[in-house]
Structures are given as C-alpha cells and as structure tokens.
C-alpha cells in the first residue's frame, strides 16, 4: 500500500473510533493519568469541531478534541494519533503547542470566562519502533532541559515600571527614556514633573535623533499635559540642541488642536447654516483659509461676516 493511501486509511480507522463518543470514553477510562482520571466527568464527553494539526502535517497526524466537565470546570482531552513510522523527536513540543492550542480555542469560545482550563494531551502511536524513543516532556526538547524548567515553570519575568522609581530608570542608559515616559505618559501633569529628568537623558545622547523625536510626538499626542506651552518652553530651556525638534513638534500639535476645534465647531454648526459657523471661527481666530477650506464660503463672503 502506497503512503498516500495509508493516511487515509489510518485517519478513517482513528477517527471512526475515537469520534464515538462511547468508544472515547472506554479509551480514556482506561488511558488517562491516574491522577486526572477522578477529576473527569467522562458522562459528559462532548466531541468538539476543531483540529489544529496544520495543513502541511495533516498526512502525519491526525487529531480529536473532547471537552469534559472537570471539577473545576471545564476541561479537554486532546488525542494525536501519529501516522509516520518514524517517531517525531520533537513529539512532547508538538503535543504542548496543540494543547496551547485548544486553550486559545476555548478562550475565543468562552471570552468571559477568567481561568485557562485543563488540556490533556495524548499521542496514539502505532508506529514500528518499540518502544516509543523520545521524552513526551516538551522541556527535555531543549539543549538544557534543566534550565528549561526553571523557566516555564516559574512566572516569567516582569518589567513593572509602576514600582521602579525614576532614579533607577535614570541608570538604564539607553532605554531610559522609554521607560520614563512610559511611566510617566498617564498621570496627570506627570511628565510636567519629570520634565527635568526627560531632558537629562535626552542629553546624555545615548539615544538616535529618531528615538527622541517619536518620544517627543508621543508626549505631545498621548501625554496628559496641562499647559502644552509652557510644557514646551520648558523643553526648550532644558534641551535647547532640540529646539528646531521641538517648536516643529509642538507647532504641529497646535495645529491639530485648531483643526479639531473647527470640526467641533461644524459639529456644533449643523442645522445652524455654514455662515454661522464660519463667523463663530472669525471670533476664534481661525485663519481665514482654513476657514474656507471648511465651510467652502469664499473669501469675500468669509469677509463680509466680520461685520
């Protein structure tokens, strides 16, 4: 028989089974972890429509999810049966990602849900190597297994700007002025107040010309700033090799305020008549052509309004 009629066949054979949900259960009763056994519902099993073997593998593998009510809620049990005869080194790496894979897929399901659920994963393996050659723990895939462990089974490490105080970020050279800002970018006048510290780095130049200036837009578009001006004069006195930047920034970001007080401005005008909008601009101070860019009135109508 050829290898492209004996995944078919396999897969068929597989499936006609383990998709029962009776033959499943007298499967797992018999398969599973002492330990995971007591905790499963298996009256509950419910054949769940997903498969996350990818295209290109689905001539070596074929999949079955069940969902089952565990006593903390509900769980899975994956089953993978390997159609290749030669065993798969990597076959712990594999079953892990699936059974990652069945958690994000209950997540998309169930949203509201807080807690991740149990996966079982299993490998049904019919292969010709006896017996079964390779580890089923996933860490012992890496170089060190030992070193493995202690990293995916420990929290991972944790950034937390909001416990790090400014003097220590003061210390991380290069990346200091991203952590600062970031800290900083939410609270109320915060960057006001560490105005002197953000200069400080600035001028140290450990960062590109490009770094500072996306740190500038951010600050100017996403900081909570109270007086922008003085925010900026400021700026300047403190770094005043960045004052072209800086006044470019800030100009820009006056002019973003204009054009959303125009469109406020339209907002408020409709069912007024243009005219009125355009002569509560006039009282604004609008440019006169950004005036008729918005309302469409020509200038010598705009003009006549002054009156």
Known sequence: MTKNTQQPVHDALFKQFLTHPENARDFF??????????LCDLSTLRLEPASFVERRLRQLHSDVLYSVQMTEGEGYIYCLIEHQSKPDRLMGFR????AMSAIAHHLKKSPADKTLPLVVPFLFYQGSVCPYPYSMNWLDGFADPALAQQLYTRSFPLVDLSVLSDEEILTHKGIALLELVQKHIRTRD?????????AQIINSQHNTVDQVRSVIEYIAYQGYILDES????????????YKTMLTTIAEQLEQKGIEKGIEKGIEKGIGLGVEKVARSLLQQGVDLNIIMQCTGLTREKIESLKH
């Open 29 to 38: 009763s018999v398969h599973l972890p002492a330990n995971i056994l007591p």
């Open 95 to 98: 079953l892990m990602h699936y």
């Open 190 to 198: 915060g960057l006001m107040a560490v105005l002197p510290i953000i």
């Open 230 to 241: 003085r925010f900026f004069s400021q700026f300047i006195a403190l770094s005043p090799e």
